[in-house]
């Protein structure tokens, strides 16, 4: 199985889009109010600093999945205690945006279906894609669904210029002041993109140099479009109203209207949404399962992966009526101490001890 450049560009850009459409703007306005794009802005910039660190542990070890190379630096026992917290956050991603996708769905266009039958078709067709072709077929999907899916995104920011007012951003920072801005951008920022994904997909790449420069592209596209959406719902809604949306991105839609003639293109935005998170929850699968194959020495990886899809269907209904469960994307741990863990000291420490490891053998 390999991904070329191309197909990883569209692979890290459209599951970047769909985690930066679905929850960094609501929280980020919920704290910094109209100056939350500068805190998408913030956030963005730190993440793609962690694409960068991540992205030199992975030319240290072109050859290797995160769950081999991470026991050659760490030691057997302790690298497969480490590599847990990236299971773990692979998890969480995948449930996060399974259970949005199916709200989303149920709100939007199934009101009266239960939400058990939206989630089991949805994630029967992702385990299904992955089961038949691994990261090839998902890759390839990518690179037809995301050149429309990038494009019709980037051109509904600026469909609605008669109800955009500048002046809902203003005043710039006196309001606010630099820590509600970064307290803004520390709760949001570790929902915005996945540099953690490259630790797993780099190994499938053709060519490293070439999916390193799409790696970092598509990093940067997904980072642009989030802040013109932060300044888009600001400059339609106001930070009020921005705050109260459930899905603040798809709300945009429902305010155009040009000329009175084009409306309702929600109706575009709905199935290209639902196929980006396609592509987000099949790169998650795979990569969890194909991680979890190598860790535990099961041959198989696709029988982890339909494991794993009965797994996560078992969450996700007994989260929605665990109330507490429900509110983990808010907890105190995942901000402050698990998300810092695995975005900022595992790949520092792996990168530190690469370098070192790399100067030891020019020496000798």
């Known amino acids: 199985m390999k991904v070329s450049g191309y197909q990883m560009f569209w692979l890290i850009c459209i599951s970047s889009i769909i985690v930066v459409s679905y929850l960094p703007i609501h929280l980020a306005a919920e704290h910094a109010r109209q100056h939350c794009w500068i805190s998408i802005l913030l956030g963005g910039l730190v993440m793609m600093a962690v694409t960068w660190v991540m992205l030199r542990v992975c030319m240290q070890n072109k050859d290797k999945t995160i769950v081999v190379f991470i026991k050659d630096l760490l030691g057997t026992v302790l690298g497969k205690i480490i590599v847990i917290v990236y299971f773990l956050l692979w998890f969480l991603q995948m449930s996060t945006i399974a259970k949005g996708n199916a709200e989303f769905v149920n709100l939007v266009l199934m009101h009266n279906t239960p939400m058990i039958i939206i989630l089991l078709f949805m994630l029967f067709l992702v385990a299904y894609a992955v089961y038949k072709g691994g990261i090839t077929t998902v890759s390839r999907c990518a690179e ?3 050149p429309i899916f ?3 995104l980037f051109i509904q920011l600026f469909l609605n210029p008669q109800d ?3 002046t809902r951003v203003l005043p710039i920072y006196s309001d606010s002041g630099w820590l509600k801005i970064l307290k803004g951008a520390l709760h949001s920022y570790t929902y915005m993109v996945d540099p953690s994904i490259i ?3 780099f190994f499938f790449a053709e060519n490293k140099q070439t999916a390193s420069r799409a790696i970092l592209w598509g990093t940067g596209v997904s980072m642009i479009w989030g802040v013109l959406a932060a300044l888009a719902l600001l400059f339609v809604t106001g930070p009020d109203i921005a705050t109260q949306l459930v899905i603040p991105v798809y ?3 429902k305010f ?4 009175n003639f084009i409306q309702n293109i929600d109706a575009l935005y709905i199935p290209l949404w639902v196929f980006g998170a396609f592509i987000k929850l099949a790169v998650s699968l795979f990569i969890l399962s194909y991680g979890l194959s190598e860790w535990t020495g ?3 990886w696709k029988y982890i992966a339909c494991g794993m899809t009965v797994i996560l269907l078992t969450f996700l209904i007994y989260s929605s009526y665990n109330i507490q469960i429900s509110y983990t994307l ?4 995942l901000v402050r101490i698990f998300y810092p863990f695995a975005y900022f000291a595992i790949p520092l420490t792996l990168w530190t001890i690469g370098s070192m490891k790399k100067r030891r053998k020019l020496s000798v």
């Open 144 to 146: 037809v669904i995301g």
């Open 150 to 152: 990038v494009f019709t």
């Open 164 to 166: 955009m007012e500048v």
């Open 199 to 201: 630790l797993m997909l």
């Open 251 to 253: 709300s945009l839609t």
């Open 256 to 259: 155009i209207s040009i000329l």
């Open 298 to 300: 099961i041959r198989n």
């Open 330 to 333: 808010k907890s105190t741990f």
